[in-house]
């Protein structure tokens, strides 16, 4: 074994005792972790699959410069064969070189970091953890949702927000940090210029953030433009079907201009997109895989609500008032509520 004084670090070699497939990898320091296996992204999703009991690790050698390291880690991920493409964990020939990944090591790392997620009554495109929270079922597009669940609903996220003690708004707690608090305008103690100027910078590193590079035709769009056009849906992608995505925008561009028409498929009438939405498509009487009892049922609700609307109680000042007003002036924004006295 080398000095430790010019010790720099080591390679080491994790091995999957299930299935024998192993990973080389680089540890810096000069202390020796014996619980550290690896950081790989493939290996990372195998020790979550076999458990940390089925690894077992060891020193290949030591090195004195992070030079000497990365030849001897590309060295020895050669001579084992741990290349994903060989049957490894490693998804790269090592030493900092990165781009020369074989096609099973893309397709790993693209299951691995698939955590995108799109509404299937959107059709909004966002994080598994923000789709579980605010659509699938609880979206406020869901046409089964009642009324009152709508209301609980936009409750619900009306908790995440957050009422600043200087100019009294209720905001998101994310913008409550960067623009409100102790950041507020109508704060005493701060100088506006100085704000602004801080807000103008940050406004500027988040408008290059905002933008995203389509990997099929190369081109750069806002956000927006990228979840709705391109990414999956470009059409330029080889795996997409062009008719369907065609229709899909087509059908989105219908819902967002109510002057237009839409064509049911079951009964051939031509509708605005309110109509289509309420009593047609999925809910026209003509189409054979609809229960028609229940359709009617469903229809005669809707009509009773909007001639005797629901009335809801406002747990603060004990008054019913109808839905619109209850999402405006009580619930959680009810002048009786002692969360939205100014502080």
Same mark, same amino acid.
């Given at each position: 074994?080398?000095?430790?004084?010019?010790?720099?670090?080591?390679?080491?070699?994790?091995?999957?005792?299930?299935? $024998?497939?192993?990973?080389?990898?680089?540890?810096?320091?000069?202390?020796?972790?014996?619980?550290?296996? $690896?950081?790989?992204?493939?290996?990372?999703?195998?020790?979550?699959?076999?458990?940390?009991?089925?690894?077992?690790?060891?020193?290949?050698?030591?090195?004195?410069?992070?030079?000497?390291?990365?030849?001897?880690?590309?060295?020895?991920?050669?001579?084992?064969?741990?290349?994903?493409?060989?049957? $490894?964990?490693?998804?790269?020939? $090592?030493?900092?070189?990165?781009?020369?990944?074989?096609?099973?090591?893309?397709?790993?790392?693209?299951?691995?970091?698939?955590?995108?997620?799109?509404?299937?009554?959107?059709?909004?495109?966002?994080?598994?953890?923000?789709?579980?929270?605010?659509? @699938?079922?609880?979206?406020?597009? @869901? %046409?089964?949702?009642?009324?009152?669940?709508?209301?609980?609903?936009?409750?619900?996220?009306?908790?995440?927000?957050?009422?600043?003690?200087?100019?009294?708004?209720?905001? %998101?707690?994310?913008?409550?940090?960067?623009?409100?608090?102790? !950041?507020?305008?109508?704060?005493?103690?701060?100088?506006?210029?100085?704000?602004?100027?801080?807000?103008?910078?940050?406004?500027?590193?988040?408008?290059?953030?905002?933008?995203?590079?389509?990997?099929?035709?190369?081109?750069?769009?806002?956000?927006?433009?990228?979840?709705?056009?391109?990414?999956?849906?470009?059409?330029?992608?080889?795996?997409?079907?062009?008719?369907?995505?065609?229709?899909?925008?087509?059908?989105?561009?219908?819902?967002?201009? %109510?002057?237009?028409?839409?064509?049911?498929?079951?009964?051939?009438?031509?509708?605005?997109?309110?109509?289509?939405?309420?009593?047609?498509?999925?809910?026209?009487?003509? !189409? %054979?895989?609809?229960?028609?009892?229940?359709?009617?049922?469903?229809?005669?609700?809707?009509?009773?609500?909007?001639?005797?609307?629901?009335?809801?109680?406002?747990?603060?000042? !004990?008054?019913?008032?109808?839905?619109?007003?209850?999402?405006?002036?009580?619930?959680? @924004?009810?002048?009786?509520?002692?969360?939205?006295?100014?502080?």
């Amino acid at each position: 074994m080398k000095d430790s004084k010019n010790i720099y670090g080591y390679v080491y070699l994790t091995t999957n005792l299930v299935n $024998g497939k192993r990973y080389v990898g680089v540890h810096h320091g000069e202390q020796i972790d014996e619980k550290y296996i $690896g950081s790989g992204i493939i290996l990372l999703k195998s020790l979550k699959k076999y458990g940390r009991e089925n690894f077992i690790n060891g020193i290949i050698e030591f090195g004195q410069s992070i030079v000497s390291l990365s030849k001897r880690e590309r060295f020895w991920i050669k001579e084992f064969g741990t290349l994903t493409s060989q049957n $490894g964990y490693n998804v790269s020939i $090592g030493g900092n070189i990165r781009g020369e990944l074989s096609q099973s090591a893309k397709d790993s790392i693209s299951c691995s970091l698939s955590t995108m997620g799109v509404c299937i009554h959107c059709g909004a495109e966002m994080t598994i953890g923000n789709l579980a929270k605010y659509h @699938n079922e609880r979206c406020l597009e @869901n %046409p089964y949702l009642t009324e009152v669940d709508r209301i609980k609903i936009k409750d619900d996220r009306r908790q995440h927000r957050k009422i600043c003690k200087y100019c009294g708004k209720t905001i %998101p707690v994310n913008l409550h940090g960067q623009l409100h608090g102790e !950041n507020c305008l109508q704060n005493p103690n701060i100088d506006n210029r100085e704000e602004l100027l801080r807000r103008a910078e940050y406004h500027n590193r988040c408008a290059t953030v905002t933008k995203k590079k389509c990997v099929y035709c190369q081109q750069i769009f806002d956000i927006g433009n990228y979840s709705n056009y391109h990414g999956r849906r470009c059409l330029k992608n080889p795996d997409i079907n062009i008719e369907e995505e065609l229709k899909r925008r087509r059908e989105q561009h219908l819902g967002r201009n %109510p002057a237009l028409k839409i064509k049911c498929q079951h009964c051939n009438k031509l509708m605005d997109a309110g109509n289509f939405k309420q009593f047609h498509g999925a809910h026209c009487l003509e !189409n %054979p895989n609809i229960d028609t009892e229940t359709e009617l049922m469903r229809r005669k609700l809707t009509q009773s609500n909007r001639i005797n609307p629901i009335k809801i109680k406002c747990p603060y000042c !004990n008054k019913f008032v109808d839905p619109g007003n209850y999402k405006q002036y009580h619930g959680s @924004n009810c002048k009786k509520n002692l969360k939205n006295k100014r502080i």
